[in-house]
């Protein structure tokens, strides 16, 4: 249990170190400026890859029988199977409270209608006469979804991994969530509520890289409805074993990306309000002690005034300890450039999971950006939005990794198939050319399958 300061206020003021990186008059490549970003220096994949190792081969070998360990283990639950009861579902719709299912029901309004938007169409392309290649969107199979537990509870998680998975058209979904101590062993009330409120009623109270190998591999069972079946994708965020897991079983089954522990970052000048700035980086750093929270702006003037801003409120906000530890962290801090110009090199080198623009002509300059998770523009578009309401979805990418990887959307649940047709018209008008590019590259069984179909005719 976290023990709070009797003022935390003066204990924020006393301990906040919001580091400063000095980047005014130098000349940076790409590769520099990655390097000189903030980064939090704390446990690694390969720290924790053995870990997960065993945790897969334990699964894989002994089933259920494993899961209970680790239940055990690692929640303090005793469990004899993890699957949440239909009843338990239900109890837990019923008895939530009516302005936080409100509250869900917006979300997912808001979060389908986007996801719907987001399916791409199919495509045909006639290349000639009888000559046809198509692409076409085809839903995987089943997937599975995980939703983290740890310092908070993650109902909109349940929401931003259903809502796309359902858009593509996915048959079977699975969720997991980890058991909890003070609810007999469940995952959270709120979680299953809003579970339910999706009508998702294959439900798991497994936590960590456990529940990503339980879902990859499948996990046979003595009867039917005691299998948990393997999906084809698994999504959703988690801490350094859940990434781990994901990375490990990557090729087993799709993953959406190794999301790690959570990151704002907010290019700001002089016109930005520093009250607006210091509680946006808040809002993220309460998520975890290792969370990252990095202003970059041309203004010493305005870094100055988002300190003190920083020190009054992690003084008063509930998560203070949390807080301020996230802030003083070497992940966080100001980074000062030359310019705007200059700013933007530093967003797309730092690749931020969260990127607010609080600039002049602010969505002129988001325009720019190239690499982020999500990018949320001006005063009125916080973080915290796209948390919940904004329609958008929060499972982004983490650490650098938006320099080439997406957001969870509609597309991480679909396969584009190629379908090729044509008729003997049409494969005979490019005979000759396959025949000469099948013995350029000295693979004349090639060029044969061609031309044994136009024998004797």
């Known amino acids: 249990m976290t023990n709070f300061p009797e003022n935390p206020a003066e204990t ?65 639950v005793e469990q004899s199977h993890p699957r949440v009861p239909a009843a338990a579902l239900a109890e837990a719709l019923e008895n939530l409270d009516p302005s936080v299912r409100a509250a869900l029901e917006e979300s997912i309004r808001r979060a389908r209608r986007f996801a719907d938007g987001q399916r791409p169409a199919n495509v045909d392309v006639e290349l000639g006469d009888g000559a046809v290649v198509s692409q076409n969107w085809v839903p995987v199979g089943r997937v599975g979804l995980y939703v983290p537990g740890g310092l908070a509870v993650y109902p909109s998680s349940v929401i931003m991994n259903v809502v796309p998975a ?49 879902f990859a591999y499948g996990i046979p069972g003595a009867a039917d409805d005691q299998a948990i079946e393997p999906v084809d994708v698994v999504t959703g965020p988690g801490n350094i074993f859940v990434a781990t897991a994901k990375r490990l079983v990557k090729g087993v089954v799709g993953i959406d990306s190794e999301a790690g522990t959570t990151e ?22 309460e998520h975890d002690p290792k969370a990252a929270s990095v202003l970059i702006t041309d203004s010493e003037e305005l870094a100055s005034a988002v300190q003190r801003e920083l020190t009054v409120q992690a003084g008063t906000t509930k998560h203070g300890e949390r807080v301020t530890t996230a802030l003083s962290g070497p992940q966080s801090g100001v980074v000062l450039v030359d310019d705007i110009e200059q700013g933007i090199a530093v967003c797309d080198a730092y690749a931020a999971e969260h990127l607010e623009i609080m600039t002049a002509d602010a969505a002129a300059v988001a325009a720019r950006i190239r690499n982020a998770g999500a990018i949320f523009v001006g005063d009125y578009s916080p973080v915290s939005l796209g948390d919940y309401c904004a329609g958008s979805n929060h499972v982004l990418p983490t650490s650098g990794t938006a320099a080439f990887s997406s957001g969870l959307n509609v597309t991480t649940f679909l396969r584009a198939v190629q379908v090729i047709n044509y008729d003997k018209a049409a494969l005979e008008q490019v005979s000759k050319h396959i025949v000469s590019l099948s013995d350029a590259e000295d693979l004349p069984g090639h060029g044969d399958a061609v031309k044994i179909r136009f024998a004797g005719a």
């Open 12 to 76: 924020a003021a006393q301990s906040l170190d919001f580091h400063r990186i000095d980047l005014r008059g130098r000349s940076l490549t790409l590769a520099e400026l990655r390097a000189v970003v903030p980064r939090a220096k704390h446990q690694t994949m390969a720290d924790a890859e053995q870990k997960v190792l065993d945790i897969i081969a334990a699964v894989r070998s002994r089933g259920f029988e494993a899961l209970g360990e680790f239940a055990l283990a690692f929640d303090g």
């Open 166 to 214: 359902l858009a593509a058209g996915v048959a079977s979904i699975a969720l997991a969530s980890p058991p909890q101590k003070d609810f007999g062993g469940l995952p959270h009330p709120t979680i299953l509520a809003a579970a339910a409120l999706l009508g998702i009623d294959e439900v798991y109270a497994i936590g960590g890289a456990q529940a990503i190998v339980s």
């Open 264 to 285: 704002i970052a907010i290019l700001a000048d002089a016109s930005a309000r520093p009250a607006l700035v210091a509680a946006d980086l808040i809002s993220q750093a």
